[in-house]
């Protein structure tokens, strides 16, 4: 049985899709943006590589400013609603070689489970996190979330994922992570 019990130098974050034209939109979308933070802060504190997603720029804009990425970071275009469907993506995925995914972003419903279950099909462990990810609205939110928990995805919030990527207390990442999530 598979538990879910997620090592650091065995995962990748994905972060899909969160872009300007969907911020008035989306349900409790200053949630998912602060988690979404915590996210990729604690990505680089715990060296966890980060895969950042835009859905058709042209028309939905960029990632928005809130999200503090690395002025480095590289973000992929795609136009698929499945982050598989972008041959970018999927040399990158490859190129890293985790075998479970942190999936978070919007919408929940459309790019989110696509992508979790195109990556479940290929036999990735995903953990989904339910306080990171949102749609327009409330129900299509949560009844995504019960779709990709239907279908092997394991769901955790921002705080359970980040304990679970560490062993102990006491260390100075520890200490780094703690106060993103205070």
Same mark, same amino acid.
């Given at each position: ?16 899709d969160i872009q300007e034209k969907f911020l008035p939109v989306i349900y409790?979308?200053?949630g998912v943006i602060d988690n979404a933070n915590r996210l990729v802060q604690?990505? #680089?504190? %715990?060296?966890?590589?980060?895969? *950042? ?8 804009? +960029? !990632? ?15 136009i698929s609603f499945d982050c598989f469907g972008c041959d970018e993506f ?27 279950? #195109?990556? %479940?099909?290929?036999?990735?462990? *995903? ?8 749609? +327009? !609205? ?45």
């Amino acid at each position: 049985m598979n538990l879910g019990i997620i090592k650091r130098d065995s995962c990748v974050f994905i972060l899909i899709d969160i872009q300007e034209k969907f911020l008035p939109v989306i349900y409790d979308i200053q949630g998912v943006i602060d988690n979404a933070n915590r996210l990729v802060q604690s990505a #680089s504190i %715990l060296n966890i590589p980060l895969l *950042v997603t835009e859905q058709y720029p042209k028309g939905l804009g +960029r !990632t928005v400013n809130e999200i503090k990425l690395d002025n480095d970071q590289e973000i992929i275009e795609k136009i698929s609603f499945d982050c598989f469907g972008c041959d970018e993506f999927v040399n990158k995925i490859d190129q890293i070689n985790r075998p479970s995914l942190v999936i978070f972003g919007i919408e929940a419903h459309v790019c989110v489970l696509k992508t979790t279950l #195109s990556a %479940l099909s290929r036999s990735y462990e *995903v953990h989904l996190i339910a306080d990171a990810v949102s749609s +327009r !609205t409330q129900r299509n939110r949560d009844i995504a979330i019960e779709r990709m928990r239907q279908s092997g995805a394991f769901i955790a919030s921002t705080e359970m994922i980040l304990f679970q990527l560490m062993d102990k207390a006491g260390t100075d990442e520890f200490k780094a992570i703690s106060k993103l999530v205070k």
